[in-house]
């Protein structure tokens, strides 16, 4: 493992897959799984108006927030908005979250491989120091931060699902990035690593984000269908020229919803990437208000934001339709 900041992982990050094995908690008709904000205000506005959107067509959606909800989010009132919604709601820790209330020699705790160029791991490090120096001044938020588990299992329609906010084994694994998964065919370590996960875990599906770039893959372990599920990020853009985040949506109800990207059914329920389509306008203003041309989110991330990464949904989309 690298020593080098934003490139190596706490041990305290660590957890064995059989963590995620005991009792679940319930929930019924639908959730859906948020990582990946990272402090977009207009995002989360349009996730709970999404929610609202639901309730009025009779469908009862439950939010779980798996990780990262802050990261451009440097402003006190924007700060403040953000954990107090998201902490409203179930949640659990990214590595942003288990820095802002316990920093290490870990910098942005990423845990970034060695395909991410060194200046990205810098700038993410440097982004993580100014948005601490807020956090300081909120010891509240801090110790609630400080609360929230690193993972959770959930059981819905009698599916076991893991949500966590990296991989099986740490808080900051890249194991279920796209990148990654796009190699378990031709890597049989790989294959066996997620055999093993899903085993030890006992679970059906790992939803995960980090690594933002969303993925939706199927696999049959044990003969029963699995499936591991990335939303990429819910408060940036996802897509080549596609400007909306992503959640995911997992619910009893197996109708396809109308604005789905792609989806599948394992069991009784049914799960799909579906947009945020957050006001992008809105959004870029309060960005490039805190995050200003020379600052180190605006070099890595304002292309995102205009142009989404060179990534599509056919590439995402990796289940059969046998």
Same mark, same amino acid.
């Given at each position: 493992?690298?020593?080098?900041?934003?490139?190596?992982?706490?041990?305290?990050?660590?957890? $064995?897959?059989?963590?995620?094995?005991?009792?679940?908690?319930?929930?019924?008709?639908?959730?859906?799984?948020?990582?990946?904000?990272?402090?977009?205000?207009?995002?989360?506005?349009?996730?709970?108006?999404?929610?609202?959107?639901?309730?009025?067509?009779?469908?009862?959606?439950?939010? &779980?927030?798996?990780?990262?909800?802050?990261? +451009?989010?440097?402003?006190?009132?924007?700060?403040?908005? *953000?954990?107090?919604?998201?902490?409203?709601?179930?949640?659990?820790?990214?590595?942003?979250? $288990?820095?802002?209330?316990?920093?290490?020699?870990?910098?942005?705790?990423?845990?970034?491989?060695?395909?991410?160029?060194?200046?990205?791991?810098?700038?993410?490090?440097?982004?993580?120091?100014?948005?601490?120096?807020?956090?300081?001044?909120?010891?509240?938020?801090?110790?609630?931060?400080?609360?929230?588990?690193?993972?959770?299992?959930?059981?819905?329609?009698?599916?076991?699902?893991?949500?966590?906010?990296?991989?099986? =084994?740490?808080?900051?694994?890249?194991?279920?990035?796209?990148?990654?998964?796009?190699?378990?065919?031709?890597?049989?370590?790989?294959?066996?690593?997620?055999?093993?996960?899903?085993?030890?875990?006992?679970?059906?599906?790992?939803?995960?984000?980090?690594?933002?770039?969303?993925?939706?893959?199927?696999?049959?372990?044990? =003969?029963?269908?699995?499936?591991?599920?990335?939303?990429?990020?819910?408060?940036?853009?996802?897509?080549?020229?596609?400007? +909306?985040?992503?959640?995911?949506? *997992?619910?009893?109800?197996?109708?396809?919803?109308?604005?789905?990207?792609?989806?599948?059914? *394992?069991?009784?329920?049914?799960?799909?990437? &579906?947009?945020?389509?957050?006001?992008?306008?809105?959004?870029?203003?309060?960005?490039?208000?805190?995050?200003?041309?020379?600052? $180190?989110?605006?070099?890595?991330?304002?292309?995102?934001?205009?142009?989404?990464?060179?990534?599509?949904?056919?590439?995402?989309?990796?289940?059969?339709?046998?």
């Amino acid at each position: 493992m690298s020593d080098v900041a934003g490139r190596n992982c706490p041990l305290r990050y660590r957890y $064995a897959p059989q963590a995620l094995s005991g009792a679940a908690e319930q929930f019924t008709d639908t959730v859906y799984i948020i990582g990946g904000l990272y402090g977009n205000i207009e995002a989360l506005q349009t996730v709970l108006a999404m929610k609202q959107a639901e309730r009025l067509r009779g469908v009862q959606v439950a939010l &779980i927030f798996n990780g990262d909800h802050n990261w +451009f989010n440097v402003d006190s009132p924007t700060f403040t908005w *953000i954990n107090d919604e998201v902490l409203s709601h179930r949640a659990i820790q990214g590595n942003v979250e $288990a820095e802002l209330h316990e920093a290490s020699d870990a910098g942005c705790g990423c845990a970034y491989p060695d395909y991410v160029d060194d200046a990205t791991v810098q700038r993410s490090n440097a982004i993580m120091t100014q948005l601490q120096q807020r956090a300081a001044e909120f010891p509240r938020l801090r110790n609630e931060l400080r609360l929230l588990p690193m993972h959770l299992t959930i059981e819905l329609g009698g599916i076991r699902i893991a949500v966590v906010h990296g991989d099986a =084994e740490s808080l900051a694994g890249w194991a279920f990035a796209a990148e990654r998964l796009s190699n378990n065919d031709r890597d049989p370590q790989a294959q066996q690593r997620i055999e093993h996960y899903f085993s030890s875990a006992d679970v059906d599906i790992f939803a995960s984000s980090h690594t933002c770039l969303p993925v939706l893959q199927e696999w049959n372990i044990d =003969e029963r269908k699995r499936l591991v599920v990335n939303n990429g990020s819910a408060g940036m853009p996802n897509f080549l020229g596609r400007r +909306f985040g992503i959640l995911t949506r *997992i619910s009893e109800r197996l109708s396809p919803p109308n604005d789905s990207l792609y989806g599948a059914r *394992i069991g009784a329920v049914r799960v799909d990437a &579906i947009p945020v389509r957050y006001d992008h306008r809105a959004w870029l203003r309060r960005f490039t208000t805190q995050w200003p041309e020379g600052s $180190a989110a605006h070099l890595s991330y304002y292309g995102r934001m205009i142009d989404g990464p060179r990534y599509s949904p056919s590439q995402a989309f990796r289940v059969s339709t046998r």
